[in-house]
């Protein structure tokens, strides 16, 4: 019995080292070397066979634990969706009549605001959130914009005011980006009294995920000048974490995409952390990714009934969980997978290896690697791994 085992362990290892398809990992091959080694070695057997047998099973047990917890939490997940009765009314824009046009407009909205999450208050206070001033309070006209981004649409609702006591005319915003970005349509000219303000809406589309600029100007004519007047805006950037989602793979594949992707992006860990946990827990936080590596403490971000990336609570006594675990920066090694998904269906990589240095004060050391099909979102989200380690231990990062 030992001996035709240990003969197909063999055979089985051989074929798996003249395989060229890449399916036999080399720890797949170490654990068959070891199996063989236990049926061979006497010795070896009686001193580790019990440990291999119970420490084996009790692995396998914590697996399918975990898989079964992930599992739990995705149906959990699609089960907290809106839903629509299969009887309710379809409304078709096109397909209306002009004169019913303004009753129609508001029950659609008032839909399109309940699909969305427009009238809960984590999208209101979103939105509050990405307001941005565009021209100065000394100029005579003033403008504020408020981006609301939406997978692949991108809306500007530009709010501007006339500041002086004349009326200007024909003023325009003009935009220009810069990425995979474009406008839509260019906004029309308008006439704004004294003191008076208007709102002006610009739609975007958005083709890849990675950062992008909004830039413009506004150009009107006044009463008082018989020259136009151009007033330069401020930028707007459109970060990555607008696009990234968190999201779950399995451990093959992962493998897989890490072997087929070709951009990679090298992060060298640069922080003010000495310890390792609470280091991986702020990436893990700010770059809206998954940890796919079971790490006890570390609690990865959810995506909400809204659309939004939430942080859930970390259940009660995991303080103290967290201090067992790694008291105060204990660990001295620290590996993890890290895994994302944008909204155009894009994956993001990311591969920690960290190490603490105890004879340097406890400083953190290491490489995190980055890997995805395309340039941007490689460069991009290691550009924003950069600025969120550069924090140290800050306890918040605004997003930009």
């Not at 009753?103 to 009238?119: I, S």
């Not at 659309?307 to 790694?326: N, R, S, Y």
């Not at 993890?336 to 050391?365: I, M, W």
């Amino acid at each position: 019995g030992k001996g035709a085992a240990g003969n197909g362990l063999a055979k089985a290892y051989a074929e798996a080292r003249e395989s060229r398809s890449g399916a036999a990992f080399e720890d797949c091959r170490e654990r068959v070397r070891l199996c063989c080694r236990l049926l061979l070695d006497p010795s070896l057997r009686a001193s580790l066979g019990k440990v291999w047998l119970e420490g084996s099973r009790a692995a396998f047990a914590g697996l399918l634990d975990e898989r079964r917890a992930l599992e739990a939490s995705k149906s959990a997940a699609n089960g907290s969706g809106f839903r629509v009765e299969a009887d309710e009314l379809i409304h078709f824009r096109q397909l209306r009549p002009p004169a019913a046009a303004a009753d129609l407009d508001l029950v659609d909205g008032d839909d399109l605001g309940k699909a969305t999450g427009a009238n809960g208050s984590p999208e209101a206070a979103k939105k509050l959130s990405r307001v941005y001033q565009l021209s100065s309070m000394a100029d005579p006209v003033y403008a504020e914009a408020q981006v609301t981004v939406h997978d692949y649409d991108i809306v500007l609702d530009i709010t501007v005011t006339n500041r002086t006591q004349s009326t200007v005319t024909n003023l325009t915003v003009e935009l220009g980006t810069i990425g995979d970005l474009k406008l839509v349509e260019r906004p029309q000219s308008h006439t704004i009294g004294p003191l008076d303000s208007c709102t002006i809406r610009a739609n975007i589309k958005v083709s890849s995920t990675e950062t992008g600029h909004i830039f413009g100007t506004i150009v009107y004519d006044s009463a008082s000048s018989a020259e136009r007047t151009y007033i330069n805006l401020n930028d707007i950037q459109l970060h990555i974490m607008d696009y990234i989602r968190p999201a779950g793979c399995t451990d093959e594949a992962f493998r897989l995409m890490w072997a087929e992707f070709e951009w990679e992006n090298k992060v060298a860990v640069n922080t003010h952390f000495t310890a390792l946990l609470p280091f991986l827990q702020h990436l893990v936080e700010h770059t809206n990714m998954s940890c796919l590596t079971p790490v006890p403490g570390v609690v990865s971000p959810k995506v909400d009934a809204h659309g939004l990336v939430t942080m859930p609570a970390k259940p009660a006594g995991a303080a103290e969980e967290d201090a067992a675990t790694d008291p105060n920066g204990a660990t001295n090694f620290l590996a993890a997978n890290l895994y994302a998904k944008s909204v155009f269906g894009e994956d993001a990589l990311v591969n920690v290896s960290v190490e603490r240095k105890t004879d340097q004060g406890g400083k953190l050391a290491g490489y995190i690697r980055i890997r995805s099909k395309t340039q941007g979102i490689a460069l991009s989200l290691g550009d924003r791994i950069t600025a969120v380690q550069r924090l140290g231990g800050a306890d918040t990062l605004k997003q930009p």
